[in-house]
């Protein structure tokens, strides 16, 4: 009898391979458990409508994860960037840029300097908060802009 003590009590102390093993595989087994549970419960809402978003709230996909041929996606709300002001000159021009053209091909068509095409996506990129021509145009896709 006690060598099944002393057995038992260095089982518990010092965890073995097997039992780390049996262990991993109720943790797995507990996870899938889970996901075939959102599954199910995803299930009985497919026909249902995704919820309203208002116009301030923006659904940022946080993770994305497939079970049984359906994705499920992890999302969260949060609030859209405040919406920018633009004057229609610096819109022209950004909606230039984003059809491709270059400052010296922005300055012709709109007969105006090379060097205000630059002043004024300089105060665009400011007041955006950007560094590239390439974030701007998405800045201001983004907000419906271009």
């Known amino acids: 009898m006690?060598?099944?003590?002393?057995?038992?009590?260095?089982?518990a102390e010092e965890p073995t391979e097997e039992g780390m093993l049996r262990e991993l595989a109720d943790l797995a087994s507990a996870r899938e458990l889970k996901l075939r549970e959102l599954a199910l419960i995803s299930r009985g809402r497919a026909g249902a409508a995704p919820a309203p978003q208002s116009q301030g709230v923006v659904q940022e996909v946080l993770a994305e994860v497939d079970v049984e041929g359906a994705t499920y996606r992890l999302t969260r709300l949060r609030e859209r960037p405040p919406s920018v002001d633009v004057t229609p000159r610096e819109l022209?021009?950004?909606?230039?840029?984003?059809?491709?053209?270059?400052?010296?091909?922005?300055?012709?068509?709109l007969r105006i300097s090379s060097w205000t095409v630059l002043t004024h996506l300089r105060r665009l990129f400011t007041r955006l908060g950007v560094n590239t021509?390439?974030?701007?145009?998405?800045?201001?896709?983004d907000e419906g802009l271009v």
Do not use: F, Q, Y
């Not at 006690?2 to 089982?11: E, P």
């Open 2 to 11: 006690k060598t099944m003590t002393a057995r038992m009590a260095r089982t």
């Open 92 to 109: 022209e021009i950004a909606r230039l840029v984003a059809r491709g053209l270059a400052t010296k091909e922005i300055s012709v068509e």
């Open 133 to 141: 021509r390439s974030a701007m145009v998405k800045r201001l896709s």
